[in-house]
C-alpha cells in the first residue's frame, strides 16, 4: 500500500492494532481422540503465535484458540466419560 492509503486508514482509538482480520476465524485440519484418562488434540497450522494458545477445560469441555496470520482458530470438544 503507498503512503496516502495508510494516511486514510483510520486509527485506533482503544487496544492494540492488528494488521490482520484476527477476529476471522478459519478452519485448520486437527485430529482428537480421548481414552479414559487422556484428552489429545492435534492442530495442523502455519504461521501461529505461539503466546497465543489458549487452552481451557472444564471436565466436560475443552476449549482452544490459537491466533494464526490469516485468522484465528477456534475450537470446542465435549469430552465423554468424566470420572
Known amino acids: 500500500m503507498d503512503f496516502d492509503e495508510f494516511m486514510k486508514q483510520p486509527g485506533c482509538t482503544k487496544g492494540e492494532h492488528s494488521w490482520s482480520a484476527k477476529s476471522q476465524v478459519v ?3 486437527f485430529d482428537w481422540h480421548q481414552t479414559a484418562t487422556h484428552v489429545t488434540a492435534t492442530i495442523y ?3 501461529y503465535d505461539t503466546k497465543s494458545l489458549k487452552i481451557q477445560s ?3 469441555k475443552l476449549n482452544v484458540s490459537l491466533d494464526l496470520a490469516v485468522g484465528c482458530f477456534l475450537k470446542e470438544w465435549i469430552v465423554y ?3
Open 58 to 60: 472444564n471436565g466436560s
Open 45 to 47: 497450522a502455519k504461521g
Open 81 to 83: 466419560g468424566v470420572s
Open 27 to 29: 478452519d485448520c485440519r
